[in-house]
């Protein structure tokens, strides 16, 4: 059994997570939302790692995957923001599990897809159990925090990074030698988180069940003027759409550049993509306690500008420096999405669901949106043409410095 949470303010219970900081971090819960997360995205990742085999299979050009990359990041863009909203009214614990369900469902439509059709309608399906899962779970992870939520959605947030490295390397391995067919192997990895997650969610019931006949109170007031955080919030967005517009050119477009530029195989380009991934994945666990130590406006900052310049050197680059350069982009920019969440959710408290789904959901939607756009912009030009304008996307990373210091951050001495 898990263990019990430490007691929670009980106008936060419902609204959110709790504003007050618990005595102790709940290891066992983050772990456990952290490892269905990355069993969650590392399953999701499987989409774009079969895009070589897909674009053979089903003589697709790059404006079919970019919208099959849309397709199911779109979806989880629209609805995050839905759930998150709902449940910070109604908490709803088996949600969870429910959501990895309709990932399941997309998962093995993948594998036995007729046509192109049938391969969005998977595309669907895992867009629909990623908006489900990911509110949520996140509310998890800030209740479990202890206090230290930048180090608990740092923590859970790399699970889903680890995923996303892993799956292509477990791509290589097992799909790319079966064929489509093998991606229903990822089914065993979907059913795991299932059972996982409906013991979190079990536990979070056992929270929650001895408030829900209570009245909540109002929700706790904005830190600041309500102008200056809508201001805040729109910087914010305008860093997310930086950064994961520019990641979409690697996540989903990587290996196409790396054989079209460097003519290596697709197994040893999608070694190469677990890399990245791989720096991504530790780049997201260190921003999210340097977030804590130092404040989150720090992390921000350094993280989508200091990417700038080793963006402008990756199209110039050789293979040896190509593999480098990523590594090193893929640490950096990782950082700022925990920061970037937990900062927003003290600037509105007490809409922990709402925010996370806000900042998930357009994440997803730049993700997808970029992979689409750029797909459409590499058939009219080239892929190398591609990596050479989404260099400059990270110079928004100037406009963190108009991000106002919040209460929490006073105590850092790095904002005063």
């Known amino acids: 059994m898990f263990p019990p949470a430490p007691p929670i303010p009980h106008n936060e219970r419902i609204v959110s997570a709790p504003s007050s900081p618990a005595p102790t971090t709940l290891f ?8 269905c997360h990355l069993l969650n995205d590392m399953v999701q990742s499987l ?6 085999i897909l674009k053979a299979s089903f003589q697709l050009d790059f404006t079919q995957i970019g919208l099959l990359t849309m397709t199911y990041q779109l979806i989880a863009s629209l609805l995050q923001p839905f759930v998150g909203n709902f449940t910070d009214r ?3 614990p088996f949600s969870l599990p429910i959501g990895m369900l309709f990932t399941l469902a997309g998962l093995l439509l993948l594998a036995v897809a007729p046509t192109y059709g049938w391969l969005l309608g998977a595309s669907s399906l895992i867009g629909v159990g990623s908006a489900i899962f990911h509110p949520e779970s996140s509310r998890v992870a800030r209740l479990a925090s202890g206090g230290r939520h930048g180090f608990a959605q740092a923590f859970f947030q790399v699970g889903g990074n680890a995923g996303s490295a892993i799956g292509p390397l477990l791509t290589a391995l097992i799909v790319l030698p079966i064929g489509q ?8 990895a979907a059913l795991l988180g299932i059972g996982v997650l409906t013991r979190v969610g079990q536990w979070y019931r056992d929270q929650l069940r001895p408030f829900t006949a209570r009245h909540p109170h109002p929700p706790p007031a904005f830190p600041l003027p309500r102008a200056a955080v809508l201001r805040a919030i729109a910087v914010l967005i305008a860093l997310v759409f930086s950064k994961y517009f520019y990641l979409a050119s690697l996540s989903s477009y990587y290996t196409f550049y790396l054989i079209s530029r460097f003519q290596v ?7 190469y993509l677990f890399l990245f991934l791989g720096a991504v994945a530790a780049g997201t666990l260190i921003g999210g306690p340097v977030g804590d130590r130092l404040g989150r406006r720090v992390v921000i900052w350094c993280s989508i500008l200091g990417v700038l310049p080793f963006s402008l050197l990756l199209p110039w680059a050789n293979l040896f420096w190509t593999s480098v350069l990523s590594v090193i982009i893929g640490f950096v920019i990782a950082s700022a999405f925990s920061a970037i ?8 408290p007490g809409r922990v669901g709402l925010i996370s789904g806000l900042f998930f959901g357009f994440a997803f939607g730049m993700g997808g949106i970029g992979a689409a756009v750029l797909g459409r912009l590499a058939d009219a030009t080239s892929i190398e043409f591609v990596y050479q304008i989404c260099a400059f996307l990270p110079a928004i990373g100037l406009l963190a410095g108009l991000l106002p210091v919040v209460p929490s951050e006073r105590k850092h001495p790095s904002t005063r």
């Not at 989409?47 to 070589?52: A, E, G, I």
């Not at 067919?181 to 065993?188: E, I, M, V």
């Not at 969440?341 to 509105?348: C, K």
């Open 181 to 188: 067919r093998g991606a229903a192997w990822f089914s065993l």
């Open 265 to 271: 195989s697709v197994q040893t380009a999608q070694l």
């Open 90 to 92: 109604r908490p709803l």
């Open 28 to 35: 066992r819960i983050l772990l456990s939302v952290s490892f």
């Open 341 to 348: 969440l937990v900062y927003a959710q003290e600037l509105v």
């Open 47 to 52: 989409l774009p790692s079969m895009y070589p």
